[in-house]
């Protein structure tokens, strides 16, 4: 039997626990946690995410500061609002909704966010922090990934984990967490010879290609857990990297699409939106 992990469950956890924790750090501080969110051109799944993100950070009572740029806004424009939402004390994290327009260098940008504001965890810093086992603000998507499979009870320490992606986003983090609690960690990708014979080695599989239906049956061990980053708009609905109906009775444990991650996604922001602003330096 396959069972389906409930991501929405989780993530409603979360969001509760961290509105709970935020009226804490505004009685204790006298200081509401603020999002900025910085959202460029016109890309109409980016507009769905970021207004979902906002309504969250709202509804944890936090602060919600929003800037929108036009599709054609250039490097220099963009580097100005992240500059001065870096510099707004009352601004606790920045977020640089991806993917950007054609034309601007992502990682530069991303970059000019201070180490402390970076709750999407995509800074060199971060990502430095990371790569060595240090504390630090950790991508959204792949700390979401580490929840559920904590929460289901899902053991790490020595199996054996397939990344399948190696973006900067999802991929590569996931593979460094992953290590970093001692999973054997092995990342392929979709240009991967032979993908099906290294995922089949997987006793946890985290699928992040940006393939729709990349993975089958074919490509799974029986009984192994399945995490499904993708999400694609189909004529048909939604749908991930995976193809769900045939893991069903195949796979232990899976994370559907929709209803897996992509709220997990939006649950860790929050979290990390709380902890960078307890970790800022009070006014006094
Ligand atoms: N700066 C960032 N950009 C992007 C990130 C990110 O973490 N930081 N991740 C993705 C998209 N993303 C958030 O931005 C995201 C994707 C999916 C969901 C989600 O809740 N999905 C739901 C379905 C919602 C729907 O109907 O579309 C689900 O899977 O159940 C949230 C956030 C790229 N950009």
Redesign the pocket.
């Known amino acids: 039997m396959t069972t389906l992990i409930d991501g929405k469950k989780t993530a409603r956890e979360i969001r509760a626990w961290v509105a709970d924790e935020v009226a804490r750090t505004v009685r204790e501080r006298g200081r509401v946690p603020a999002l900025a969110t910085v959202l460029v051109g016109d890309d109409p799944a980016s507009a769905?995410?970021v207004a979902?993100k906002r309504s969250a950070i709202r509804e944890a009572g936090m602060g919600d500061v929003h800037r929108a740029l036009p599709p054609h806004a250039s490097q220099a424009e963009v580097a100005a609002v992240i500059d001065e939402l870096a510099q707004d004390r009352d601004v606790s994290g920045i977020?640089?909704?991806?993917p950007l327009p054609g034309g601007l260098d992502a990682g530069a940008l991303i970059d000019r966010i201070p180490a402390g504001k970076d709750v999407?965890g995509l800074t060199t810093t971060s990502a430095g922090l990371l790569a060595r086992g240090a504390d630090g603000l950790r991508?959204?998507?792949p700390a979401g990934v580490l929840k559920l499979l904590d929460t289901e009870g899902v053991p790490l320490r020595g199996a054996h984990a397939v990344v399948v992606g190696h973006s900067e986003?999802v991929g590569r983090p996931m593979a460094r967490m992953l290590l970093q609690r001692d999973a054997t960690v092995t990342v392929a990708h979709r240009h991967t010879l032979r993908l099906a014979s290294v995922t089949r080695q997987a006793d946890i599989l985290v699928v992040a290609t940006g393939v729709p239906g990349l993975i089958g049956a074919d490509h799974v061990k029986p009984g192994a857990v399945v995490v499904d980053v993708g999400?694609h708009r189909t004529p048909g609905g939604?749908q991930g990297d995976v193809r769900a109906r045939e893991l069903d009775g195949h796979a232990g444990l899976l994370t559907p699409?929709?209803?897996?991650?992509?709220?997990m996604?939006?649950a860790m922001l929050l979290a990390n939106t709380l902890a960078a602003a307890r970790q800022s330096p009070s006014r006094s």
């Open positions: 769905v995410y979902a977020l640089l909704q991806l999407d991508p959204c998507t986003l999400i939604l699409v929709p209803g897996g991650v992509g709220p996604t939006i």
